[in-house]
Structures are given as C-alpha cells and as structure tokens.
Nanobody, 122 residues
Framework: QVQLVESGGGLVQAGDSLKLSCAAS????????MGWFRQAPGKAREFVAA????????SYADSVKGRFTISRDNAKNTVYLQMNSLKPEDTAVYYC???????????????WGQGTQVTVSS
C-alpha cells in the first residue's frame, strides 16, 4: 500500500506560478512511476504529467506542455508539479497517482492521493 498526500494548492491569479508536492509513504517510492492528474468541476479526471521511477523520463498533456514541470526526489519520497503561467482553465482539483509504469499510468493508476485545489482567477 502507498499513501499519497498532496499539498501546495491555493488561489492565484492568471500568469502566476504554483508548486504542488505529493509526499508518499508506505512501500518503496522509487518502485513507482508517478503522475499528476486534475479534475475540473463537471469534467472527468484528466492526465497532466507523468515521471518514470528514476525521473529520467517525463511526459505531459498538450494543454500544459511548456508551462508545467514534473519532478521527483526519491530521497524525500516526493513528487512535484511546478506550474507556471497559470490560466483560469487550469482551475481544478489536482491529484497525484502512483503506478507501475509512466507509459501507462494515465490509464492504470494503483494509488491516489486525496487531491489539492488549485484556483486560477482571471
């Protein structure tokens, strides 16, 4: 079992930056690929970014490419999402997830955090 706890959400203005953190506990963090997902009101949860177990490989949704950066620190059991140039359409609850493969984590996520709210005002 892996427990995931997100933090760092808040209310910001368009164009601002925000950094989310997801702290993991339980099983060996470095055994899992990690991903960030988001769910806006009335919409389905969507993939945002993923990172491989070592951090060597990352992938992003087209909507955030060039603005968001996913990273991880295996010594701290933490994955991050740096969000720059935020837009009102980035408003959502952001979740981190753990899976066996960064390539498939968007459709095969084993563990989820509880989410953190990000609100971007125009």
């Amino acid at each position: 079992q892996v427990q995931l706890v997100e933090s760092g959400g808040g209310l910001v203005q368009a164009g601002d930056s925000l950094k989310l953190s997801c702290a993991a506990s339980g099983r060996t963090f470095s055994n899992y690929a990690m991903g960030w997902f988001r769910q806006a009101p009335g919409k389905a949860r969507e993939f945002v970014a993923a990172i491989s177990r070592t951090g060597a490989s990352t992938s992003y949704a087209d909507s955030v490419k060039g603005r968001f950066t996913i990273s991880r620190d295996n010594a701290k059991n933490t994955v991050y999402l740096q969000m720059n140039s935020l837009k009102p359409e980035d408003t959502a609850v952001y979740y981190c997830g753990a899976g066996t493969s960064a390539a498939t984590i968007s459709r095969n996520t084993n563990y989820w955090g509880q989410g953190t709210q990000v609100t971007v005002s125009s």
